[in-house]
């Protein structure tokens, strides 16, 4: 090959690499579930920057009741409730430049509507944050679960 075919590629290469970077915010898994059926949540935090993140604060949506919490010696967590509901949750754990973490919850989905809207507020040792709460392709996304239509043994 060319220099100038190797450049392309290396430039191509390049592009897909930003874009995928791009892309690399605070999710929920799964993207779809059945609604009023019971989920296992996974909250994926990545730290894209050069500062590391200290905690990530989960905003349970109206509709959404967590169940429970999976337990973990690698992090803590705090429940922030509203009477006897549960309407948030913080996890702090370093999470170091260039690597994720996950954390894990059981719920029950909303009966009715078609998606939940999770928004989180990432947290960084120097104080600063980033809230992930616009919609769908702005620059800093709630991440989204689509409610699918609940089966007989959702229940």
Same mark, same amino acid.
């Given at each position: 090959?060319s220099?100038?075919?190797? %450049? ?8 897909? %690499?930003?874009? *995928? @970077? ?8 799964p ?8 989920e296992?949540?996974i909250?994926? /935090?990545?730290? +894209?920057?050069?500062?590391? *993140?200290?905690s990530? +604060?989960?905003?349970?949506? +109206?509709? /959404? ?21 549960? *309407? #948030? ?8 430049p #260039?690597e %994720?973490?996950?954390?894990? %919850? ?6 009715e509507? @078609? ?15 980033? +809230? ?19 089966s @007989?043994?959702?229940h």
């Amino acid at each position: 090959m060319s220099s100038k075919t190797n %450049f392309a590629w290396l430039s191509v290469l390049t592009l897909c %690499f930003a874009a *995928t @970077a791009a892309l690399a915010h605070v999710t929920v898994w799964p993207r779809e579930s059945p609604a009023g059926g019971y989920e296992k949540y996974i909250v994926r /935090v990545p730290t +894209e920057g050069k500062i590391p *993140t200290a905690s990530l +604060e989960l905003q349970v949506p +109206e509709g /959404v009741t967590v169940v429970s919490m999976a337990a973990s010696n690698d992090y803590s967590y705090e429940l922030k409730r509203t009477g006897a509901r549960i *309407t #948030g949750i913080v996890w702090s754990r370093p999470i170091k430049p #260039g690597e %994720f973490a996950e954390f894990a %919850f059981m719920a029950r989905n909303p009966k009715e509507g @078609a998606q939940i809207a999770w928004k989180a507020v990432q947290r960084f040792s120097d104080g600063s944050a980033v +809230e992930w709460v616009e919609p769908a392709g702005g620059s800093h996304p709630a991440s989204i679960t689509k409610l699918t239509a609940a089966s @007989a043994h959702d229940h």
